[in-house]
């Protein structure tokens, strides 16, 4: 009976892989599937990876609704990450990047994991200790150790060879690129090679938001780019060489194994969560609009189901919608803890809205508007600067400007940034 099960599951997510292609065109080859392309760059080496729960070879899987690489539509866009295609059925994913090399004999002496840890289900920001990775015995070396988040040199010395393969969702305040640029830094301070396995931007066919101002430079923010800048992580490593943004201006020895059929318009699914609050495609999709609420006092739905597809705050007034947040894994002490928070329930927006909207700046503004509490909006620090990149937005906000009036201030650093980036894009736009 189990056998019959799993023959319909692989049959269904067979047939709508097949339905997609025909529609969407080609699917898209991810850099990790192509070994002929980077094994030989790792024979006879000690090998380490920097990746996460992400890093599954392929993006192969049976049985999900939506599948890697292809268009969702707007119901599509709702389901969480993962969800089994018919019911009973069950999620078998492809094998992980580790695994496979393994398996390849190749020499794999480090992991090292990125913010939400190797598993991905740290909160943002949580200290994520170093570890071993229990199925193959692999020391996990932990970027969230130090003041610095740079390896030692002791961890340096474990390899010859990092491999890059994760998924990225394209903000310049979604901090693995951080990381990414971070071991740029490392490998060339210690003379060691990297190997990019590139995968799609889903949020890659547009540009938006300012350059950020490096006086605000953070963990957030690492680099001179737009908020939403468009590129995959082996583009913004060509640039950050390029650019002469490493130390004295040298550039990392990095080779990057290009995806194919894949362009900066291709309407890219991820199979899994990024990380622990990105929990289906319209979420990743509202990140640029709604991460704006966590330099605020207001609940972007950090507790629920749909985070970062919600905003409210208790005081909020005016709105049918209302939700509580709760104490949950990847939220274990969300803001406005147990707290009804009445706002906006942005799920039911249509896709291709948010889509054509791209950063939509009028949630804050609302938010802004109906609490009615001048600068303690923001809180007591600077992370929505830190997250917007400038200063000036959040003094618009606080002199009545419109997001219209906000987002045209930004017009120029998007076309400079367009020009910019363009001698190191890898895929046609």
């Not at 023959?7 to 997510?13: F, M, N, Q, T």
């Not at 590139?198 to 953070?218: E, T």
Request: aromatic share 10%; charged share 20%.
């Amino acid at each position: 009976m189990m056998n019959i099960k799993r023959y319909i599951l692989v049959a269904v997510a067979v047939l709508a892989a097949a339905t997609a292609c025909s529609k969407e065109g080609t699917r898209v080859i991810l850099g990790d599937e192509q070994l002929s392309e980077y094994l030989p760059l790792l024979e006879g080496k000690k090998v380490a990876i920097f990746s996460n729960q992400t890093g599954i070879v392929g993006d192969k899987v049976e049985g999900v609704k939506v599948l890697p690489g292809i268009a969702v539509n707007d119901e599509q866009s709702m389901v969480p990450f993962g969800t089994p295609a018919v019911e009973g059925g069950e999620v078998v994913l492809g094998p992980h990047l580790l695994d496979v090399l393994i398996e390849k004999k190749v020499n794999v002496t480090a992991i090292f994991s990125p913010e939400h840890g190797f598993r991905g289900t740290a909160d943002a920001g949580e200290h994520v200790s170093s570890s071993v990775d229990e199925k193959t015995g692999v020391p996990i070396l932990s970027l969230y150790e130090s003041g610095s988040n740079l390896p030692s040199a002791e961890s340096m010395s474990k390899f010859d060879v990092l491999v890059v393969d994760i998924q990225d969702v394209g903000l310049r305040y979604y901090t693995y690129y951080v990381t990414m640029y971070r071991l740029m830094e490392a490998c060339l301070k210690y003379d060691k090679k990297m190997v990019i396995l590139d995968r799609p931007n889903p949020n890659g066919f547009y540009v938006d938001g300012p350059i950020l101002d490096m006086s605000l430079k953070s963990g957030v923010g690492a680099l001179p780019i737009a908020m939403v800048h468009g590129m995959t992580l082996g583009e913004l490593a060509m640039m950050i060489n390029g650019e002469g943004w490493l130390s004295d201006g040298a550039k990392c020895d990095v080779s990057v194994i290009t995806c194919k059929n894949y362009t900066h318009q291709t309407r890219y699914s991820l199979l899994l969560a990024p990380s622990p609050n990105l929990k289906d495609m319209k979420a990743v999709y509202l990140y640029a609009s709604t991460c704006f609420f966590e330099g605020t006092i207001i609940s972007l739905g950090r507790g629920t189901s749909f985070p970062f597809e919600a905003y409210g705050h208790p005081d909020m007034t005016g709105y049918e919608f209302s939700f509580t947040p709760k104490s949950i894994d990847g939220a274990k002490n969300p803001p406005l803890l147990e707290q009804l928070c009445n706002g906006v329930d942005l799920r039911k927006k249509p896709l291709e809205e948010i889509l054509s909207e791209h950063t939509n700046l009028e949630y804050i503004v609302d938010a802004y508007t109906n609490l009615n509490v001048g600068d303690s909006f923001f809180g007591k620090n600077n992370f929505f600067e830190l997250l917007i990149g400038q200063r000036y937005v959040r003094e618009m906000i606080e002199s009545g400007k419109s997001a219209s009036e906000i987002k045209a201030t930004w017009s120029d650093d998007v076309e400079k940034f367009k020009k910019q980036r363009k001698p190191y894009l890898l895929y046609a736009e």
